[in-house]
């Protein structure tokens, strides 16, 4: 908004727009991106309840807020005092230390300054009279070392470590004092001291100061009794200018002395109250240096430059250079921030610590080392929370303070502030609780005189932390609803806010169960913490680095569901993820599309075989569907427990697994199930099986891809079942059905598919295709068991594999026990001569014949020529419905092969039996050999596929046109709906 308005700086917003003007103004921004906020919400399906949403700017709201304050203020945990806190010069205003830990940058370049300060004559003297090894004639001065210069202006003290061991060496005819271990790094070079001494001998000693503020007319003050007040002078505060003794001295950098200015740093500060030390403020809260100084109105970092040369002309700059480190900037503005001593009202968080850290022990947190570390590390540490800020849109602090006595009184709630009021009326006409308006309200004081309120505001991360309770306008109203929302089960959002949200969210419930008005001390049981997300080559998102993605654009080439799983599923949600449209073009790809196609071409089916959920009952005779159901229920349990443990990444990896084993390895093995004629027990088993499997996993999905499995629900539930819930978001959760759960089958199941992946990675090696019948394969498995279960399903990798025979050795008994995949040369003495061998690192192998006699070769033959008609079937655009007639060129090979494997190929060609009937193979005629059908579908070495011409459709055929069939109504009308994947075509490719 100030950018907008073309502000510059807080004082213009009074001065050029006005506080009711630049209020109104906010508030109208705020529900222009809410409106963003709520598109967007809708676009990605997060579940949000929008119409009832609760906005912080309401009154409702805000009453809530200062019932809180009151709560805090009755039992003495809010108060008002003169402290260091850090300040945005830009802003006008105060931060919290959780604010400030929001903006930390790193690798930020400062001044680094060693600074001499000269010791008064007299402290020269008392410290010759201890060494007499120092020079008599020369003064002596101690190096102190700051990465601030702006604050030396304020320097009214120094401290030294009192045991550690400090030199005196000569540098341009006077002495110097650092620390003895730092002389070399402060120096730049190695000089001998002239003696040594220990810290505790500087103690007491006095120095003359770099600067007197008080010509530039600064007020000069001092603590008394742990309070600032007014200094009739320096001359008149006693331990001004003088060198401390303190432990936290460090000695790994600078030169061993700190540099001490009160009024800039909290530790700085507390030792001022600690000392009674002078107090000296020459920088204005706007971060200027005041008008008498030689930088007059320079903001603090600008004037660095300056006192840095004005120090170096007058002989008390020994060295000057850069540091890199980290620095606070305002996390709104970007504006370096200042520690800035002044008066803040305090909430007295220090009060319940021991609360805090019990009630973070009841929260579960994802992931668990953050409770302990990070968030743990933070309320351990925890200290008073700067609760009052100097802005103008915002909650304002209920305090009115009396003019006359100077009573202050927190109001907690509309009736008592009515109550309290000069005009109560004035009280009840306020439609808006912000400033200028609040500010109007007087109140009456014990004492006679009139209270006005405070100008400050609360933080906007208190107004965040009273969700729980403002939402439900608690305690005026909707006390039930309350109740049952409260401990909330779960809450999520980025790692930065255990500082943040989380922190304030915790600190207000457990400060308002110390407070009596909660029985409750948690307000969420369940957290989860979000990562960054970095762009594809793993660095931080920036605007400067101009790497950042822009989520509509991906969303719209790709579908929200796309987006949505590859956050779920590219890693932990506590771990940072890549993120880029590519990376999400390639999760479409390897689970959406291959779940739609499965979808798509169990629709197909179905709604050619007209199978409805009547049929759903049976017995599963076979092992492949007892299989995927097994499978299938495994999943499900899987699926509940991640999800119950907050772990969608690994749920949503077990259901893409599940998806391409059933479109890979169930759907791939069952499709001739399918394709086959009428509709025996065989057939509707597999229909059963795939249709639990797709409508299971959709329900499964509806948290994860919310539009794909609403879309698979509506076809395959709603479209046969209007009694059923109208949307999968409604359907009860699947449940876990034990007594269809085959262990073994499922282990032995997983034996052969990696059975199946060395066989054609033996294959591969050898460079036959898959489609080139073999004599034998040998799988070596570990042990007895093993063996049995895969002699069992030996059907399944003799088809998979495309061999006669499979024969199966146990490696243990064969080998004595040892490891014999270590050494293939053992296992290949037992293959055949020629054949290949393929291993894995879980000590598994299956070796190939790769000898092919002619009979091997004609069957190859016969399946490229089945594969080579598909293709050309596929090119040509035909639907699976179309008979084909197919051409041949002469050629005696071909003839054999026909007059062989003709049915064979036959069976290949067509979606269904029954429709082979008047499926044609002719020998192409000559003329013809060299160019395209007349048709112009397809003519590849010396086949051509065209459309059969046949007499009138049959009633079977008749009954399949256009047939919506038992299931599906629609189709696959879904797939091209805008609240699948706009944009994206889908194709089934089965």
């Avoid at 030390?277 to 020459?282: D, V």
């Avoid at 997300?533 to 101009?546: F, H, P, R």
């Avoid at 249709?691 to 629900?713: D, R």
Wanted: charged fraction near 25%.
């Amino acid at each position: 908004m100030e950018r907008e308005l073309g502000i510059r700086n807080k004082a213009e917003i009074e001065e050029r727009v006005g506080i009711e003007e630049f209020n109104r103004r906010c508030r109208e921004n705020v529900m222009r991106y809410l409106r963003d906020h709520e598109a967007l919400t809708e676009r990605i399906a997060f579940w949000e309840d929008l119409e009832n949403a609760y906005v912080t700017f309401r009154s409702e709201y805000i009453e809530s807020v200062w019932w809180i304050i009151k709560q805090l203020w009755d039992s003495g945990l809010v108060y008002l005092d003169y402290r260091s806190t850090p300040h945005c010069p830009r802003c006008g205003t105060s931060l919290s230390d959780h604010e400030v830990a929001q903006g930390y940058r790193e690798d930020t370049p400062d001044p680094s300054v060693y600074v001499k300060f000269r010791l008064m004559a007299e402290s020269v003297a008392a410290l010759r009279a201890k060494h007499a090894s120092l020079p008599t004639d020369a003064p002596i001065a101690v190096v102190a070392w700051t990465t601030t210069p702006w604050t030396l202006p304020g320097n009214t003290a120094l401290a030294v470590q009192p045991a550690a061991q400090y030199a005196v060496v000569e540098r341009d005819g006077e002495g110097v004092i650092l620390a003895a271990p730092l002389v070399q790094p402060a120096l730049g070079e190695a000089v001998e001291p002239i003696t040594t001494l220990r810290g505790e001998d500087l103690v007491g000693l006095k120095y003359e100061p770099l600067y007197d503020p008080t010509e530039w007319g600064i007020q000069a003050m001092t603590f008394r009794n742990g309070r600032l007040v007014a200094a009739g002078g320096i001359a008149g505060v006693k331990r001004a200018y003088t060198v401390l003794g303190e432990d936290f001295v460090s000695l790994e950098d600078g030169s061993g002395v700190v540099h001490i200015a009160p009024a800039f740093g909290g530790e700085d500060f507390e030792l001022g109250k600690e000392h009674g030390l002078l107090f000296l403020q020459p920088v204005d809260l706007r971060g200027r240096l005041p008008e008498g100084s030689p930088w007059p109105g320079a903001f603090v970092k600008v004037a660095d430059v300056g006192i840095m040369d004005d120090l170096e002309a007058r002989g008390l700059l020994i060295r000057r250079g850069m540091i890199r480190h980290t620095y606070p900037f305002c996390w709104r503005c970007g504006t370096p921030l200042l520690y800035y001593a002044k008066p803040t009202w305090y909430v007295r968080t220090t009060a319940v610590k021991q609360s805090l850290l019990e009630g973070n022990d009841r929260i579960n947190w994802y992931p668990e080392h953050i409770k302990q570390g990070r968030f743990g590390d933070w309320l351990r540490n925890n200290v008073d929370w700067a609760l009052s800020r100097e802005r103008y849109w915002g909650t304002a602090l209920p305090v009115w303070q009396c003019g006359s006595c100077n009573t202050y009184e927190c109001i907690g709630s509309l009736h008592e502030l009515a109550g309290k009021a000069v005009d109560g009326a004035q009280v009840e006409a306020l439609t808006d609780l912000h400033r200028p308006f609040i500010d109007e309200i007087e109140l009456r004081c014990q004492c006679g005189g009139a209270m006005s309120r405070v100008p400050e505001l609360i933080d906007v991360w208190f107004d965040s932390g009273a969700m729980p309770y403002a939402q439900w306008h608690y305690p005026f109203e909707n006390r039930e609803q309350f109740e049952r929302s409260f401990p909330a089960d779960f809450i999520c959002e980025g790692v930065d806010q255990t500082r943040g949200w989380f922190y304030t969210l915790h600190a207000e419930s457990t400060l308002l169960h110390a407070a009596g008005a909660l029985p409750e001390s948690i307000c969420y049981r369940n957290v989860l913490c979000l990562e960054l997300i970095l762009d594809d080559k793993g660095e931080k998102m920036s605007k400067s680095k101009g790497n950042i993605v822009e989520p509509a654009p991906v969303i719209e080439a790709h579908g929200a569901d796309a987006v949505r799983w590859y956050m779920f599923t590219a890693s932990p949600a506590w771990a940072p993820r890549r993120f880029s449209q590519k990376l999400v073009a390639e999760s479409l790809r390897r689970f959406l599309l291959t779940l739609w196609n499965t979808y798509s071409f169990f629709v197909t089916y179905a709604n050619l075989d007209r199978f409805g959920t009547s049929s759903a009952d049976g017995e599963q005779p076979l092992e492949l569907d007892r299989w995927a159901l097994s499978e299938l229920y495994v999943l499900v349990q899987k699926v509940t427990e991640n999800l119950e443990q907050y772990n969608p990444t690994t749920a949503g990896r077990a259901i893409q697994q599940f998806a391409d084993d059933l479109s890979n390895w169930y759907v791939r093995r069952s499709r001739r199930r399918f394709w086959k004629s009428g509709a025996d027990e065989d057939k509707l088993a597999a229909y059963r099986t795939l249709y639990t499997c797709l409508v299971t996993l959709a329900k499964l999905l509806a948290p994860f891809t919310p539009f794909l499995a609403e879309a698979m629900y509506q076809n395959l539930v709603r479209s046969v079942d209007g009694e059923a819930p109208e949307s999968v978001h409604l359907a009860a959760w699947p449940e876990s059905d034990a007594a269809l759960v085959d262990e073994q089958l499922i282990y032995d199941t997983r034996l052969v598919m990696r059975a199946v992946s060395l066989g054609r990675a033996a294959r591969s090696k050898a460079g036959i295709k898959v489609r080139q019948p073999l004599a034998a394969a040998t799988a070596f498995v570990h042990n007895a068991a093993q063996a049995d279960g895969l002699r069992r399903l030996e059907a399944q990798v003799i088809e998979e594999l495309n061999v006669k025979r499979l024969e199966v050795i146990d490696t243990a008994a064969a080998f004595k026990g040892r490891n014999a995949v270590e050494h293939p040369k053992d296992l290949l003495a037992l293959l055949p001569a020629g054949a290949t061998l393929a291993e894995d690192e879980a000590g598994y192998a299956v070796g190939m014949d790769t000898s092919i006699t002619l009979e091997l070769a004609d069957e190859g033959l016969a399946r490229e020529l089945v594969h080579r008609i598909q293709n050309m079937r596929k090119a040509a655009g035909f639907e699976i419905t179309d008979r084909i007639a197919l051409y041949y060129s002469d050629a005696q090979r071909l003839r054999d092969i026909f007059s062989e494997y003709g049915d064979y190929v036959r069976e290949r060609q067509t979606g269904h039996t029954w429709r082979s009937k008047r499926w044609k193979v002719r020998r192409l005629p000559s003329r013809c050999a060299a160019r395209r059908s007349r048709d112009g579908l397809d003519l590849r070495g010396g086949l051509v596929v065209r459309r059969a011409s046949v007499g009138p459709a049959s009633a079977d055929e008749e009954a399949t046109k256009g047939l919506p069939g038992a299931l599906g109504k629609r189709g696959l009308q879904a797939s091209h709906g805008r609240l699948l994947m706009p944009g994206v075509r889908y194709l089934t490719v089965f």
